[in-house]
Nanobody, 123 residues
Framework: VQLVESGGGLVQAGGSLRLSCAAS????????MAWFRQAPGKEREILSY????????YYADSVKGRFTISRDNAKNTVYLQMNSLKPEGTAVYYC?????????????????WGQGTLVTVSS
């Protein structure tokens, strides 16, 4: 599965962005999808996950209530709507895909990654 993120950019604190991740080369509807981010000098952290059907979601406490994950299996695309962005949200954002069940799994379970898209939140 190949993943390509888009939608990153520069936004002011309190603003919104919508990230997209387009998948190709596999049966998208069979993969659970997640969004991660990695800030400079920090470890990659999971932000949100959505099951293959879209029926189950997970959010990290740091983004709960501000970010919304969704997917369109007909378009082979997963989205991350980000509202009320904070300067500490400046990072490279990645989408990733995995097989299997469970909302929370080790990062190593994600076998497919996009190249990332940079989000910069100015204060």
């Amino acid at each position: 599965v190949q993943l390509v993120e888009s939608g990153g950019g520069l936004v002011q604190a309190g603003g919104s962005l919508r990230l997209s991740c387009a998948a190709s080369g596999g049966t998208f509807s069979t993969y659970g999808m997640a969004w991660f981010r990695q800030a400079p000098g920090k470890e990659r952290e999971i932000l949100s996950y959505i099951s293959s059907s879209g029926g189950a979601t997970y959010y990290a406490d740091s983004v709960k209530g501000r970010f919304t994950i969704s997917r369109d299996n007909a378009k082979n695309t997963v989205y991350l709507q980000m509202n009320s962005l904070k300067p500490e949200g400046t990072a490279v954002y990645y989408c990733a895909a995995r097989k299997g069940v469970g909302l929370i799994t080790p990062t190593s379970q994600y076998g497919y990654w996009g190249q990332g898209t940079l989000v910069t939140v100015s204060s």
